[in-house]
């Protein structure tokens, strides 16, 4: 049940992505582009996805467990640190060169598109990349 | 000056609603976040628990323009960057997600309707890099 349910939650938020145009990589870049002809799409897109999303964590808040009965896993870090900082700065300059972040790459990735498939492979060698730095700090870690 | 030629308030903001309702159906049926670099890394982990479930919603986004192309065309994306700016792109968008610990879905999308301190401290960050990024490659002279 789970495998279906999250299948058609990604398969609704690709079309999503798709009908808000922001697979279209000249339209992130059009939204970052201040100084030149700015196309304020994306605001928009937000405000729609903010709206129902809010509605959405408001009304799990209510639940005891989720749907599935499982208990709820959200994010519960505070702590506004240089990772998170950093971190979000390195995103950006990679989604300011391509305008591509990961939920339209995979879709454009599944509509054909070769420089998706290339950005998609090289962003999962980024995300191992990290994954052996992190084991390595872990590893270090435990030893000292 | 807007851009008018290629601002869609409308389609952006129905797409919005889409994504949203996603997110909501994801936090109600399942108690997650749908943060896409989120689902995506955790498949790299060495634990392999819960892959069902990430490869499924990846599977979903990947299927999307296919499910979409029953109704309609899929709209033509322009991919201004040559090949290897692409791989730099996405090598900075894979390490920088995962130490950032979210994307545009988990922080901007999700975050912000949590209103997450964390999420908007990381969104405004993001953006403000790609706003740089952008000047810097279009307005500053070789």
Do not use: N
């Not at chain 2, 920088?96 to 969104?123: D, E, F, K, N, Q």
């Amino acid at each position: 049940m789970a495998i279906l349910t999250s299948f058609l939650t990604g398969l609704l938020f690709g079309v999503g992505l798709i009908i808000s145009g922001m697979t279209d990589p000249s339209k992130i870049i059009g939204f970052l582009d201040l100084a030149g002809a700015w196309d304020p799409s994306l605001a928009f897109v937000m405000g729609g996805a903010v709206l129902l999303g809010a509605a959405g964590f408001r009304l799990a808040e209510r639940q005891p467990t989720s749907v599935l009965g499982g208990l709820r896993q959200l994010p519960d870090t505070k702590s506004i640190g240089a990772r998170l900082i950093l971190g979000s700065a390195t995103f950006g300059v990679g989604w300011g060169l391509a305008g591509f972040c990961p939920g339209p790459a995979l879709v454009a990735f599944g509509a054909g598109y070769d420089k998706a498939v290339v950005f998609v492979i090289a962003m999962l060698a980024g995300m191992v990349a990290y994954e052996f730095t992190e084991r390595r700090r872990m590893a270090r870690a435990t030893d000292g | 000056m807007i851009d008018w030629a290629h601002f869609t308030p409308w389609s952006s903001f129905a797409g919005g609603l889409l994504i949203g309702a996603a997110v909501a159906a994801f936090v109600v049926i399942h108690g997650r976040v749908a943060g896409i670099s989120g689902i995506l890394g955790g498949l790299l982990r060495p634990a392999g628990r819960d892959i069902g479930w990430r490869i499924a919603f990846i599977g979903g986004l990947l299927s999307a323009p296919v499910f979409y192309g029953l109704f309609s065309r899929f709209p033509l994306a322009t991919i201004e960057a040559g090949f290897p700016l692409i791989v730099l792109a996405g090598v900075l968008v894979g390490i920088g997600t995962r130490y950032g610990s979210g994307c545009t879905s988990g922080h901007g999308v999700c975050g912000i309707s949590r209103l997450s301190p964390r999420s908007l401290a990381a969104t405004a960050t993001f953006m403000a890099a790609g706003l740089v990024t952008v000047f810097v490659v279009r307005h500053l002279p070789a």
